[in-house]
């Protein structure tokens, strides 16, 4: 299996799925949907912290929250993507930035608007180099 797919940040707060603790999977897809798109600034109390494109600005005791599990399950699960180079931390102001490694092979490239890039397609909606459908003639042909 290969490719991306677009998740809404949404599906945490989803009345449609109960609140339960996460799974290593769903917390590591929390962490690349939490991590910045694009380069921009984040306050954090008194201070104010660059992010590039892909890392982001959390605290292991959010973490816990987010993901209703320990202290030490979480500062050994994020250890263990460290180790397999999924992630680099940072925390030497006190505050923890992450680094989601190969970031863009989880997240589209943005364009300039911030959007995904789509293939081009004609003014029916075709994509380039397909063929548009015939109209059915019907396998029966008439007497």
Do not use: H
């Not at 005791?61 to 993901?67: S, T």
């Not at 925390?91 to 995904?116: A, C, E, H, L, M």
């Not at 890039?117 to 007497?143: F, V």
């Amino acid at each position: 299996m290969s490719g991306t797919v677009n998740i809404s940040r949404r599906i945490w707060t989803d009345a449609a799925f109960k609140d339960e603790p996460m799974t290593e999977r769903e917390a590591f897809v929390w962490i690349i949907m939490e991590a910045s798109y694009k380069p921009r600034e984040k306050r954090v109390g008194a201070i104010t912290v660059n992010l590039e494109r892909g890392q982001l600005v959390t605290s292991v005791r959010f973490m816990c929250e987010a993901w209703d599990w320990s202290k030490s399950r979480v500062d050994r699960f994020l250890k263990r993507l460290e180790k397999r180079d999924m992630i680099g931390t940072d925390s030497g102001t006190g505050i923890n930035v992450i680094t989601v490694r190969k970031y863009n092979d989880y997240q589209n490239v943005p364009t300039g608007s911030g959007t995904p890039r789509l293939p081009k397609r004609d003014t029916n909606g075709t994509a380039a180099g397909q063929q548009r459908d015939k109209p059915n003639t019907g396998l029966i042909p008439e007497a």
